[in-house]
């Protein structure tokens, strides 16, 4: 009955292959944290994007457009949807690390029972949430004003998840590498920003010209936007699989990059 | 032997009506502040400016007909530019005012032989000259695409400076009542934005419902985008006389309302 000296205690808590109360614990605290203030994290998107919906109905009535009003608003209304859920999740995922790295609180997170890869699941998962449910109460509102229809609803849910992922990826990352939220800023205003208005999310990228709608199929927010509204209304610019394929692929390496700086503590640990 | 020294250096300094030094030092702090960090300050406008007359030219279309007499791309540029210096001239007094309240740096303006109408005027001829700062660059950034005339100079000149100084006596407003960044984010996700975007930036409002064009006509930004638009194109929707006086009129109660404010020391003395 004698212990052996160094031998962990006895009454070590064990788990499985996977901490399963840890990976929750820290889901849900991402996800509460990136609503947690719903007025404006909720509130602010939603009003955004009527404006954004109000502005075009607008500007297309107003200077005698041909193109038809409803068309337009309901090719935006998907685009827009998916639009606020990928920046919320950004917003989550990157705001959190920085603030925390700030804070010094980041060793609650390096200190917890888990895994890198529990770790990097953890704030993907509450990310997305997060980001679901602002896109969720976009979509409700925007319901009054164009025609949302529900063509398959497994690509939306696939083509949403796809979407957050990426941008809570990306926000990790940026979270990670960052030192200052000016980098957040620059990394929003001069990647994210383009990347989501250069890729169909207003107008149809066959308006582009022949360069630039070659070059968009190297965006994978682009893939990100046509796909939901390929969900919504069954028609999209490109071929729904194989923006699935590429998503499946740059979302999998963006999460071994995450999961091999999680793993070495780049940035995060001394 | 303990005599108090009459030695004429200990006497308080004394200035004139106005204390032209601090003055200045103040506004050019708020200078060198966005100036320090100029890639989010100046270049981020720009690229966001770009961005959004990218996408509303692709939205709308070539179908689009002349809106006032002019291409849709030249009714919208001065419309984007007077949005974009409004946004960081009220960016530059909130912020500053914010920051300085949360890290407690506060006293640095209040302590300084400043009186209330100084650091007024300090704090809003600072976001004065980011507003123009910042729509010198838009504009250089928007004449590469869409051409630009100067029709009537002292229109220009008159509401960019008035926009700026309104737009910053407004943040100096939200710095001064804001407790959090969520204040913050609020006033500008529910009142700025909305009133900003609006206000006949993207459409005109000729062709608005009768009660549509009253509520344009009632909100100050209007005012401040048509008269800049007649400065460029030399077409107004609404009336240049009344829009000048809108703008001095809201200024000038602003002005009051700030040295009010700062005499009172209202959210920043104990």
């Known amino acids: 009955m004698s212990v052996v000296p160094g031998s962990p205690p006895s009454n070590l808590r064990r788990f499985g292959a996977v901490n399963w109360i840890g990976l929750f614990a820290l889901t849900q605290r991402e996800a509460r944290r990136g609503l947690q203030d719903y007025n404006y994290q909720i509130l602010g998107p939603v009003v955004s994007s009527l404006l954004y919906l109000a502005v075009f109905h607008l500007a297309l009535r107003t200077t005698g457009g041909t193109a038809s009003n409803a068309d337009l608003l309901n090719f935006i209304a998907p685009g827009l949807i998916i639009f606020v859920a990928c920046e919320k999740a950004f917003e ?11 804070e010094r609180i980041i060793a609650d997170l390096l200190m917890a029972p888990l895994s890198s890869a529990e770790r990097v699941l953890g704030y993907l998962g509450g990310c997305c949430l997060a980001g679901g449910a602002v896109g969720l109460a976009v979509a409700l509102v925007t319901l009054f004003f164009a025609d949302l229809s529900l063509y398959s609803v497994g690509a939306l849910v696939f083509f949403g998840l796809m979407g957050t992922m990426l941008h809570a990826l990306i926000g990790i990352l940026v979270g990670i590498w960052a030192e200052k939220w000016d980098s957040y800023a620059v990394v929003h205003t001069f990647l994210l920003l383009p990347l989501s208005f250069l890729s169909g999310l207003f107008y149809r990228v066959e308006n582009l010209p022949e360069t630039a709608q070659s070059l968009v199929r190297f965006n994978p927010v682009f893939y990100v936007i046509d796909g939901f509204r390929w969900g919504m209304k069954g028609t999209g610019s490109a071929d729904p699989a194989i923006g699935a394929g590429i998503l499946l692929a740059v979302n999998a390496v963006l999460f071994a990059l995450t999961y091999v700086w999680f793993r070495r503590g780049y940035r995060l640990k001394p | 032997m303990s005599q ?10 004394r200035y004139g009506a106005i204390n032209w030094i601090g003055l200045y030092t103040l506004y050019r702090k708020e200078v060198r502040r966005f100036l320090a960090v100029g890639t989010q300050t100046v270049l981020a406008p720009m690229v966001t400016t770009l961005l959004f007359l990218a996408v509303f030219v692709l939205a709308m279309g070539r179908s689009v007909d002349l809106v006032g007499g002019v291409p849709y791309m030249e009714f919208l540029a001065p ?34 032989p400043l009186t209330a109408f100084e650091i007024t005027l300090g704090l809003a001829l600072g976001g004065l000259t980011r507003g123009i700062v910042v729509g010198l660059a838009t504009a250089a950034a928007i004449w590469v695409f869409v051409p630009l005339h100067l029709s009537h100079v002292w229109a220009v000149v008159f509401y960019a400076a008035m926009a700026s100084l309104m737009l910053a006596q407004l943040g100096v407003v939200a710095g001064i009542y804001a407790e959090k960044f969520d204040h913050m984010a609020a006033v500008t996700n529910f009142i700025i934005t909305p009133l900003a975007f609006l206000s006949g930036t ?18 100050p930004f209007f005012y ?14 609404g009336s240049l006389w009344l829009g000048a006086a809108t703008l001095v009129a809201v200024n000038l109660a602003l002005l009051v309302a700030n040295y009010l404010s700062f005499e009172r020391g209202n959210r920043m003395k104990p």
């Open chain 2, 224 to 237: 401040m985008i048509d008269g800049f638009r007649y400065g460029l194109i030399g077409h107004a929707d």
């Open chain 1, 92 to 102: 989550c995922a990157a705001g959190s690390f920085i603030f925390d790295k700030h």
């Open chain 2, 79 to 112: 419309g984007l530019i007077m949005m974009a210096m409004t946004q960081n001239a009220f960016a530059n007094t909130s912020s500053s005012l914010m920051i300085a309240k949360i890290q407690g740096n506060i006293v640095d303006l209040l302590m300084p």
């Open chain 2, 4 to 13: 108090a020294p009459t030695n004429a250096t200990l006497a308080p300094r």
């Open chain 2, 202 to 219: 993207f459409y005109s409002t000729e062709r608005l419902p009768d009660f549509g064009r009253l509520l344009a006509h009632l909100n």
